[in-house]
């Protein structure tokens, strides 16, 4: 959804008592005919009602008992643009459940109890530009989850319990742009994961518990703008994992993280800072956690001290090295001498045998 879109939204919705005052409608529910608007929010209903009006554009029906919802469960509604059904007690989402809200384009499902999505949005609606899902108890995606929702911008999935997530998943929202999956239980990503979000540019991975990223993660997200991988458990950083992001410029947050200040880690981050498109935009609230004696201590205080140990454990192998091969020459040296001294004494005795 656009910005023009949101402000359009925010200013029919949010200041409707301009309009006039709202009437009682349908039971628990109120009504502005003329925005096309009803709220029935807070209304204890436990059943979606199919018979509002079908020119309806605004339906809010959170803070309701709602559990299930099942195909067809809104009726005709073809002109129906946002659909709040956050906070209600919904476990299951049936395919076709909004398969006649053609028009669709928010759909807010946050903060309910939903555990799996399986068919769910196999029959769309494909107009949809905004799908909110945060604060439920998914733990994985499947493979065509979102599938016919191709014209989908912004998926929310955050606040979950999610896992796994399989290859494929988002193969069917090539148009995405903004992707939140902070606060999930995420330990890995997998290889192909993001491969056909080449639209992506925001992706929240915020509080997960990733402890590595593999190379190429991020290759094919070339629109990328901002990566967040704050408050995740990386000690370390691949650099090729984040060299894989290929946008103009990326800007990526990594604070929040248990880091182990080595000399690997500074020349990863070394490297970065030489790599213009990307920008570590929270590199000086970075934090050591290891070894014990850097713990808390800011990773711009103490790089200069992370390769000292290095350094000069090369320069005592070098100069080692350098003695050994002095040593060598100068025993070689002594050895041809001794030769030479041997020969010429040999060739004085011969001579004097002579005379």
Known sequence: MSPSTHWCFFLQY?????????????????????????????GNLS???????????????????LTALPRGAFGALWGLKVLLLSTNNITSVAAGAFIKLQSLQRLDLSGNRIGALGDSFALGPG?????????????????????DLDGLARLDLSANLIQLIHPGAFGGVTSLRRLHLEGNRLRVLGTGLFSTLHSLEVLGLRGNPLGSLEPGVFAPLPSLALLDLSFN????????ALLGVRSPVAH???????????CELQRV??????????????????????????????????????????TVTVLVLTLTVLVTVAASLIMAERSKRSTEAKEEEGGATEAYSYY
Request: with cysteine; glycine share 8%.
């Open 14 to 42: 949010t200041f409707i008592s301009l309009s006039g005052p709202a009437k009682a409608c349908y039971k628990a529910c109120t009504c502005l005919p003329d925005l096309k608007y009803i709220n029935c929010s807070g």
């Open 47 to 65: 059943a979606a009602v199919s018979s509002f009006p079908s020119n309806t554009e605004y339906l809010d029906l959170s803070e309701n008992l």
């Open 127 to 147: 107009s949809l530009s905004q799908l909110l899902l945060s604060g439920n108890r998914l733990t994985a995606l499947e493979i065509g989850a979102f599938r």
């Open 233 to 240: 458990r990386l000690s370390g950083l691949n650099f090729k």
């Open 252 to 262: 990526v947050l990594l604070e929040g993280n248990p880091w182990h200040c080595d």
């Open 269 to 310: 981050f070394d490297k970065l800072g030489r790599v213009r498109r990307i920008s570590l935009d929270d590199y000086r609230e970075l934090r050591c956690s290891e070894p014990a004696e850097m713990r808390g201590r800011a990773v711009t205080e103490v790089e200069g001290e992370l390769c000292v140990g290095e």
